[in-house]
Nanobody
């Protein structure tokens, strides 16, 4: 069974940066498309970024384009989300997700495997 464990969340001032990590185990990591979603209290879970397993193509929500970067390491066992120029609106619980699919990657229902989440809080 695929297991995903997020880390790197914390408290940061607006304009600052954080880097999140998602460590994967229990499956053929390179065969999965990976994504980050986030959810704030009282709000729907929303797509943040994804990286497609087949060709490495990346996708970003409009709200984070130019500020966030998704990547995976050389061993393909960890996915990262580099977050720069953070805004208070970025405050949320951030989840890592994995799927064998190569399409509909911005849709939460595409993903069968989820991590436990890591909290990101951006202060004014």
């Amino acid at each position: 069974q695929v297991q995903l464990v997020e880390s790197g969340g914390g408290l940061v001032q607006a304009g600052g940066s954080l880097s999140l990590s998602c460590a994967a185990s229990g499956g053929t990591f390179s065969s999965y498309s990976m994504a980050w979603f986030r959810q704030a209290p009282g709000k729907e879970r929303e797509f943040v970024a994804a990286i497609r397993w087949s060709d490495g193509t990346t996708y970003y929500a409009d709200s984070v384009k130019g500020r966030f970067t998704i990547s995976r390491d050389n061993a393909q066992n960890t996915v990262y989300l580099q977050m720069n120029s953070l805004k208070t609106e970025d405050t949320a619980l951030y989840y890592c997700a994995a799927t064998y699919r190569a399409s509909d990657l911005a849709y939460a229902g595409t993903y069968a495997h989820w991590g436990q989440g890591t909290q990101v809080t951006v202060s004014s």
